[in-house]
């Protein structure tokens, strides 16, 4: 069975630009959530999604946001770019919500 | 006070010894637990899950929830150079797919 796919695998952009990030879940999968990943902050939770709805968001500014699709793929938008949005996007699946997650390995974004 | 605290790191255990890593969390309502392993340069690897209080054991790992002390732990049994990494803690509220996790505790395994 495929694990959760992500693309691209690395994005470098300048500040103002905007992004768009995708992830694929695992067959089956309809829940997908999206994580932040930086040396400082860690792992904090962006959004989550089911049913193509928006069931949670992390504390993020309004400039990042999310969608999911009726096949359970999801993609999240980051307009206006910041330096400090510099990370690691990470995404997972899982069957429903609050089962185990499986990561994808990641979109690896650069601000410049 | 952090929402998942993880016991500081890093740890350093020599080949074959037990490693013990210590999670507690702050909010009761939590229903689901779960141990991440991540590598350097790549993304968390579900390793244990753990949803009710006591041992779950899965190979050379167990997992210990108690719920009321509000602690979960992972034990790595015969540790392997190849379990050094990252160990990430995190904590879903019930029917809930956010997680929050840990900082996450560096193990090393030294030959």
């Known amino acids: 069975k495929a694990g959760v796919t992500q693309t691209p695998r690395y994005l470098i952009k300048t500040r103002g630009q905007q992004v768009t990030l995708s992830c694929s879940p695992i067959?089956?999968?309809?829940?997908v959530s999206w994580y932040q990943q930086t040396p400082g902050q860690g792992l904090q939770f962006l959004f989550e999604?089911?049913?193509?709805?928006?069931?949670n968001k992390g504390n993020f500014p309004g400039r990042f946001s999310g969608r999911q699709f009726s096949n359970s793929r999801s993609e999240m938008n980051v307009s206006t770019l910041e330096l400090g949005d510099s990370a690691l996007y990470l995404c997972a699946s899982s069957w429903v919500p609050g089962n185990e997650q499986f990561f994808g390995p990641g979109t690896r974004l650069t601000v410049l | 006070q952090k929402e998942v605290e993880q016991n500081s790191g890093p740890l350093s255990v020599p080949e074959g010894a037990i490693a013990s890593l210590n999670c507690t969390y702050s909010?009761?309502?939590?229903?689901?637990f779960f141990w991440y392993r991540q590598y350097s340069g790549k993304s968390p690897e579900l390793i244990m899950f753990?949803?009710?209080?006591g041992d779950k054991e899965d190979g050379r790992f167990t997992a210990q929830l108690n719920k009321a002390s509000q602690y979960v732990s992972l034990l790595i049994r015969d540790s392997q150079p190849s379990d050094s990494a990252t160990y990430l803690c995190?904590?879903?509220?019930?029917?809930?797919?956010?997680?929050?996790f840990g900082d996450g505790t560096t193990l090393t395994v030294k030959p």
């Open positions: 753990i949803y009710s209080n």
């Open positions: 999604y089911f049913s193509e709805t928006q069931r």
């Open positions: 909010d009761r309502g939590s229903q689901s």
């Open positions: 067959s089956g999968h309809r829940s």
């Open positions: 995190a904590v879903n509220e019930a029917n809930a797919g956010k997680s929050t």
